[in-house]
């Protein structure tokens, strides 16, 4: 529609020019008018068309809006694709943030590298695994910051198809305050470029240990007994014994055949812990009934074990239930009380005691007089298999499992297992239940009284 009218404005004004020209200086000069509307035209065309430009070189975007004509037109046009355009870049812009932004929200590190390998980009992730400044290293060379021998290699090799496992810089630590360890494993792209992602196998180490420790005591726990069974069943079978011989042989396997049940059944009760249901919440279990099954194995305990009985005391001070599956509440006070008198030299004093706290949890508390545990030796007093004293350990009969045992069924309630302790004084440890799982016994019959019969 622009070309029609532009040939027609040209048209007009040569018209014009001829016929301004004819009347004013004679028919035979019209041809010159022609030319000069013609000219006038290309002139008025020229300036339209400098307008645009300049209008384009200081502000696309700012273009006046087109009134007729080929220019007019194209303006529009040229508007109207920048804005087109600019709303592209900005959206290309706001996914690239919203990418970026996905990447810093990684626990992993991202760190990208040119084909010299500086590094170009990082997320904090990566700054805080290998020790970087995500903007003040920009362009340096990642093997002149991270100084690992074994990852300079595994950089300089080109091959990446497995990972390389270092030792973080000393001022990055894991979660737990451990020194971290890093997996690192590079994946080029454009061309030499390398992407590389790092990861904190601290944890995964950790439980990897653990693991391996783990196996090796079962394994240690269980020989130690078959060695002495069959060694008694050696000993039965090669030699002539007398009545009362085989009758005491027979009694000390009979000892290690109970150890060894023992320890298999506390590795059941662990594996069952770990993966079972949440306790209920509506079970409720009372606390005089706990304490007093705790007592009378207490005193069975002291009075099989210790040629002094032990001083023990047991206070309810008050009256109150806690909810939870009653086997492993049981088990846990258990625990904690036979462990003291275990470990109580005769004549020694345990006192155990059940109260309300004044923000409504509820606190089971085992005191003893024994020896005491080093404070060096209290965190690790709940792993499995974990023994100050291994002789004295299996002397007492424990399997190393029993404060384990305490600690899962105390998270699984919701509870904070306390271990206070100090050597030649004694111990003292404490289970501290949430509000929620406790509740007055008396307060609840109230409550029940006064309710209208239905």
Excluded at 271 to 278: C, F, H, N, V, Y
Excluded at 367 to 387: K, N, S
Excluded at 390 to 405: C, D, H, K, M, P
Excluded at 440 to 447: C, H, I, K, P, T
């Amino acid at each position: 529609m622009a070309m029609p009218g532009r040939l027609a404005a040209f048209l007009c004004l040569s018209a014009a020019g001829a016929a301004a020209a004819g009347f004013l200086m004679g028919w035979r000069l019209a041809w010159a008018g022609a030319w000069a509307g013609a000219l006038g035209w290309l002139v008025l065309d020229m300036l339209r068309a400098h307008s645009l430009i300049q209008a384009m070189r200081n502000d696309a975007l700012g273009l006046p809006p087109g009134r007729f004509g080929l220019w007019g037109e194209l303006s529009d046009r040229i508007r109207r694709a920048l804005r087109l355009r600019e709303q592209q870049t900005q959206q290309a812009e706001q996914r690239l943030q919203e990418f970026l932004a996905a990447i810093q929200a990684s626990p992993n590190g991202v760190v990208l590298v040119d084909e010299e390998g500086r590094i170009e980009w990082c997320n904090q992730t990566a700054g805080v695994h290998l020790g970087l400044d995500v903007e003040r290293d920009l362009q340096q060379l990642i093997a002149n910051l991270v100084r690992d021998p074994a990852f300079i290699g595994y950089l300089a090799s080109w091959n990446y198809s497995r990972e390389v496992v270092i030792d973080a810089p000393v001022a990055s630590r894991s979660a737990s305050g451990q020194p971290m360890r890093l997996s690192v494993q590079a994946h080029p792209y454009a061309g030499n470029r390398r992407m590389l992602l790092t990861r904190d196998i601290t944890a995964l180490e950790k439980a990897e240990e653990m693991r391996r420790d783990f196996v090796a005591n079962v394994s240690h726990e269980i020989r130690t007994p078959l060695t002495v069974l069959t060694g008694f069943v050696e000993t039965l079978q090669t030699l002539p014994l007398d009545a009362d011989e085989r009758a005491r042989y027979l009694a000390l396997m009979g000892q290690q055949a109970q150890r060894m049940g023992t320890l298999v059944a506390d590795l059941l009760t662990l594996s069952r812990l770990e993966g079972s249901a949440a306790p209920p919440v509506n079970q409720w279990t009372r606390m005089r009934a706990l304490m007093a099954h705790c007592e009378d194995e207490a005193r069975g305990l002291s009075g099989r074990i210790a040629s002094q009985p032990h001083k023990l005391f047991f206070a309810v001070e008050a009256d109150s239930e806690v909810s939870g599956v009653p086997t492993e509440l049981q088990s846990a006070m258990s625990n904690l009380v036979t462990n003291a008198v275990r470990y109580t030299p005769g004549g020694g004093e345990v006192v155990v005691t059940w109260r309300l706290l004044s923000d409504g949890r509820g606190e089971f508390t085992v005191r003893d007089t024994g020896p005491g545990v080093a404070a060096e030796h209290i965190p690790r007093l709940t792993e499995r298999f974990y023994r100050i004293d291994r002789s004295r350990s299996r002397e007492t009969g424990g399997t190393g499992l029993g404060l384990a045992i305490v600690k899962h069924i105390v998270q699984r309630h919701g509870g904070q297992l306390r271990i206070e302790s100090e050597v030649g004084k004694g111990s003292r440890f404490s289970i501290t239940f949430p509000a929620t799982r406790v509740r007055e016994v008396r307060a609840r019959l109230a409550a029940s009284a006064s309710a209208p019969a239905a």
